[in-house]
């Protein structure tokens, strides 16, 4: 993989506050996804999981540079987004056992989810839908005259659907308060990019739109922090319309499922221990105090614990809400 020179960033200095909430997000999404792992085998969660384990510290880094009233729109693969933004965890889990007190009262499952009194936008299953989605709201927020910013989320694969193009044409067209967040993990499902892409300078493609282009390379969540943190500041002031981020990272499990997935022949394990190696959940970790970090660990999994047992008590959605929620002409 090729490195892109670095770009002019403003200096974002993370206070020792700072390092204990980003710290904290980080091993919420880690454990939480880790337990769904464990209790998915049961048959107790009746929704397909995409986890995002490894990949925590691009959502950590976007979300924790935005405000509350900023919008977030992650994609099927958007437990990390959800709960960086402030998504309920109870809601969440329950959502994964199809309980009535899910988010979408357990009809959406993992893929579906929503949390709009925190600013997170519904996810689809469907690769690049949630772009153009993004894409409006982010006009909306442009003719309302605030100055709340658009964070869309998607996949490497999602950049190769011509909605991708057309989105990026009228954003910047039109300079809409979006953020552009590319969450390459080089694989679309089982295919790598070296067999989709005949180059790998996607910022370069995006530039030609006019668009501000950063690529983070080393999946550091305070970097990613610092590149929003500065692209966030400029999108608000009216100076650009859209920025594009290309944060390259790594899927830990199989493309969907609890599991691994190095004996299926598209990937190696040795492609893997980099990432582990740089892992920033426990680097962030290591800033901490032996035990600051042991209190966050236990509130941590009081916080999971209280959620799975939550979902575990929740009731399923009765026959009548076969008839909610739908529509038809």
């Known amino acids: 993989m090729t490195k892109r020179a670095p770009n002019s960033v403003v200096a974002a200095v993370a206070s020792a506050a700072d390092i204990e909430r980003i710290y904290r997000s980080l091993r919420l999404i880690r454990r939480a996804e880790e337990e769904v792992a464990r209790i998915y085998p049961s048959n107790k969660i009746k929704s397909p999981v995409h986890l995002s384990i490894g990949q925590e510290a691009v959502a950590v880094g976007v979300c924790d540079a935005l405000r509350p009233d900023d919008v977030v729109s992650p994609t099927y693969r958007g437990h990390a987004a959800f709960l960086a933004k402030g998504g309920e965890l109870k809601a969440m889990m329950a959502e994964l056992y199809g309980k009535a007190t899910g988010v979408t009262g357990g009809k959406g499952g993992s893929m579906h989810l929503i949390d709009m009194s925190h600013n997170v936008l519904g996810a689809s299953a469907v690769v690049g839908t949630t772009i153009p989605v993004a894409l409006g709201y982010a006009l909306a927020l442009k003719r309302m005259g605030t100055d709340r910013v658009v964070a869309a989320f998607f996949g490497d694969g999602a950049t190769e659907e011509g909605v991708f193009a ?43 739109y006019g668009i501000p282009a950063h690529q983070i390379d080393d999946g550091d969540v305070l970097k990613i922090r610092a590149i929003t943190a500065n692209s966030i500041a400029q999108i608000r002031r009216g100076e650009r319309g859209p920025i594009f981020l290309e944060c390259r990272t790594y899927r830990w499990r199989e493309h969907v499922g609890p599991n691994e997935d190095f004996d299926a022949g598209y990937r190696a394990r040795t492609d893997l221990a980099p990432w582990v190696e740089d892992d920033q959940v426990a680097k962030l970790g290591a800033k901490l105090s032996d035990s600051l970090r042991a209190k966050i660990d236990a509130s941590v999994e009081r916080e999971i614990s209280d959620a799975v047992a939550f979902a575990e008590a929740s009731d399923f959605p009765g026959p009548g809400a076969l008839r909610t929620d739908v529509y038809a002409n």
């Not at 989105?167 to 089982?190: D, G, M, Q, R």
Request: with cysteine.
């Open 166 to 208: 057309e989105s990026l044409n009228f954003a910047a067209l039109h300079k809409l308060p979006i953020l552009f967040v590319c969450e390459n993990n080089f694989y679309a499902i089982h295919t790598p990019i070296t067999k989709r892409w005949a180059t790998e300078r996607l910022c370069e493609r995006v530039e030609t």
